[in-house]
């Protein structure tokens, strides 16, 4: 993990670009979860219109700071660092909240979802923490 930090520490900008990409794939995998596959996920229709409405801002604001690279990229860094962290309890919330409908596909596909999204949250974290002791930002 410690390269992928220091890539990313070097290159935050990436990490935007990495951020934003992420959130377009969770966007494409809701949608076609919404269009094909609500039944065999088992999520409700306004939980997952929720969800991809979310993780479409998430990926504007990401992909928006990879163009426009602000100077200081660790206030922005921060606000999708936290912004992430919610989403992933926002996930864990309505895999409690729809437990009794989500299938066991659903409630593993939410997981993982939600692990990942958490690892690269940390790792924006540790980013943000290795440019501010730098001096960089």
């Known amino acids: 993990m410690q390269k992928i930090v220091d890539f990313f520490s070097r290159h935050p900008y990436k990490l935007f670009l990495t951020d934003g990409i992420g959130a377009l794939l969770t966007v494409f995998m809701l949608v076609l979860m919404l269009l094909f596959f609500k039944e ?49 309890c926002c996930m864990m919330f309505f895999v409690i909240l729809g437990h009794e409908t989500l299938t066991l596909l659903g409630v593993t596909y939410f997981l993982i979802e939600s692990m990942i999204i958490f690892y690269l949250a940390m790792l924006e974290f540790k980013v943000i923490n290795i440019i501010q002791n730098s001096g960089l930002s």
């Open 40 to 88: 065999l996920i088992g999520i409700d229709r306004e939980m997952l219109v929720t969800l991809i409405s979310i993780a479409t801002v998430y990926a504007i604001f990401s992909l928006s700071c990879y163009l426009i690279r602000p100077a200081n990229p660790t206030l922005f860094l921060k606000v999708i660092a936290i912004a992430n962290i919610c989403y992933s």
